[in-house]
């Protein structure tokens, strides 16, 4: 048990799938795995725990935004022992090939800054992928015909953002889309050893202005959790 996350020694799995909704980790925890239990609840912040083909999975919530996926992933890894861990999220397109429901494997995420800042001072580190995750990602997202996307994407630390120049420069270089957690979860995934991914539905789109529907969104997000799932279990 730590100050945000309630859950008894050996109750999280080493398999963490971290969507930032917590209502989405009930969905997904009830949809896709079996024998689900809560083990945290702690802030509301949901956390489930069971299998998936026999595969020890947990599903918690980070909330939005770096700061807050940040306290999750660190006391995931140093107090519970995670190895492995997924954002399942949305996103923006920033790109006219990537479209609404498309899905995305984010191979790099450009930040201007994160919780992690500070540590690395003046040095621009570069966060990525655990290639084997993506690798595996890529696959499944093939075998299962789901229009798919593999690049970099830029996780910003605001949500109302007025820096349309900005945006103007990410398109420029190729970034497909815009969300707001993976480059902290692949900052804390390198300093401590663990595989990480972000595989994210874009519900919106920057260009055209298109969103996914409130009631549309749970049913287009399946695929997105499959993917991870079979990402992180290959072999199952």
């Known amino acids: 048990m730590t100050i945000h996350i309630g859950a008894e020694p050996g109750q999280i799995a080493e398999t963490v799938l971290m969507p930032g909704d917590p209502l989405r980790a009930k969905w997904a925890a009830e949809t896709f795995l079996k024998d689900a239990v809560l083990v945290n609840n702690t802030r509301g912040m949901m956390g489930f725990t069971g299998t998936w083909n026999g595969n020890p999975v947990t599903i918690q919530g980070s909330g939005m935004g770096m700061p807050s996926l940040s306290i999750y992933a660190n006391e995931l890894i140093k107090d519970f022992g995670a190895k492995t861990l997924i954002r399942i999220g949305s996103a923006g397109g920033m790109q006219s090939s990537v479209a609404v429901r498309d899905v995305v494997l984010a ?22 992928a655990d290639w084997s995750l993506l690798s595996a990602a890529a696959k ?6 789901v229009t798919t996307h593999v690049g970099g994407i830029y996780s910003s630390d605001v949500f109302y953002d007025e820096r349309p120049d900005l945006n103007e420069q990410m398109m420029r270089h190729g970034v497909l889309c815009v969300e707001m957690e993976a480059a902290e979860l692949y900052n804390v995934a390198a300093r401590y050893g663990c595989r990480a991914l972000a595989v994210l539905t874009i519900s919106d789109h920057l260009l055209t202005g298109e969103a996914l529907p409130a009631d549309q969104r749970q049913s287009s997000f399946g695929d997105m959790v499959e993917i991870a799932l079979q990402a992180a279990f290959p072999a199952a």
């Open 107 to 128: 191979m790099t995420a450009t930040t201007i800054s994160t919780p992690s800042s500070a540590m690395f001072k003046e040095l621009n580190f570069a966060p990525c």
């Open 140 to 145: 499944a997202a093939e075998q299962k015909s």
